[in-house]
T-cell receptor, first 111, second 116 residues
Framework: GQQLNQSPQSMFIQEGEDVSMNCTSS?????WLWYKQDPGEGPVLLIA?????ELTSNGRLTAQFGITRKDSFLNISASIPSDVGIYFC???????????FGTGTSLTVIP | DAGVIQSPRHEVTEMGQEVTLRCKPI?????LFWYRQTMMRGLELLIY????????DSGMPEDRFSAKMPNASFSTLKIQPSEPRDSAVYFC??????????????FGPGTRLLVL
């Protein structure tokens, strides 16, 4: 199946720092989604992107749909302890409604 | 506003037993997805339905796995017979094609399956 490369795999940062992570695919997507998963819970949708070049914010989170349509980026500004979790990207190709997920970025925020 | 509902939340069973996982999608959603999550393989799509019809089951591991969606508000994922390597968290998610381009998926809380 489709492979999404997500990086970094894990991050350890100090509270208050900004965070950046990205996701790349080998083929074009027409939708990118970013999820956060807390331990013992299902993924929760953070941001959805539908157009190349689109920049969308949700509070301290900002995500961008790459111009090439093969990548997406998520930034978290001024991190806080509750940002801890695993962040997943997901992409949908041009056909069908099947989404492919990245391997996740584990974020640890040190108070 | 109820989200995706899954039951049971936890399941412990012995190898060889039949396991049935249940899902109720968000009302009005016409797509339903079953995923499996493990540390080794991450999130894997097993099967998805559109309007109760299976569209792509290429992710179903083997014949021991089967999924049904008898109506728009209910789906099951069955494993028979179960094996220890089936231990994972199984998620159900739903989405809607209405109001495009809203192709967003909403996940249930998951069922944590342990096969001894």
């Amino acid at each position: 199946g489709q492979q999404l490369n997500q990086s970094p795999q894990s991050m350890f940062i100090q509270e208050g720092e900004d965070v950046s992570m990205n996701c790349t695919s080998s083929s074009i997507f027409n939708t990118w989604l970013w999820y956060k998963q807390d331990p013992g819970e299902g993924p929760v949708l953070l941001i959805a992107l539908y157009k190349a070049g689109e920049l969308t914010s949700n509070g301290r989170l900002t995500a961008q749909f790459g111009i090439t349509r093969k990548d997406s980026f998520l930034n978290i500004s001024a991190s806080i302890p509750s940002d801890v979790g695993i962040y997943f990207c997901a992409g949908q190709a041009n056909t069908g409604n099947q989404f492919y997920f990245g391997t996740g970025t584990s974020l640890t925020v040190i108070p | 506003d109820a989200g995706v509902i899954q039951s049971p939340r936890h399941e412990v069973t012995e190898m060889g037993q039949e396991v049935t996982l249940r899902c109720k999608p968000i009302s009005g959603h016409d797509y339903l997805f079953w995923y499996r999550q493990t540390m080794m393989r991450g999130l894997e799509l097993l099967i998805y339905f559109n309007n109760n019809v299976p569209i792509d089951d290429s992710g179903m591991p083997e014949d021991r796995f089967s999924a049904k969606m008898p109506n728009a508000s209910f789906s099951t994922l069955k494993i028979q017979p179960s094996e220890p390597r089936d231990s994972a968290v199984y998620f159900c998610a739903s989405s809607t094609s209405g109001g495009a381009p809203v192709w967003t998926q909403y996940f249930g809380p998951g069922t944590r399956l342990l096969v001894l």
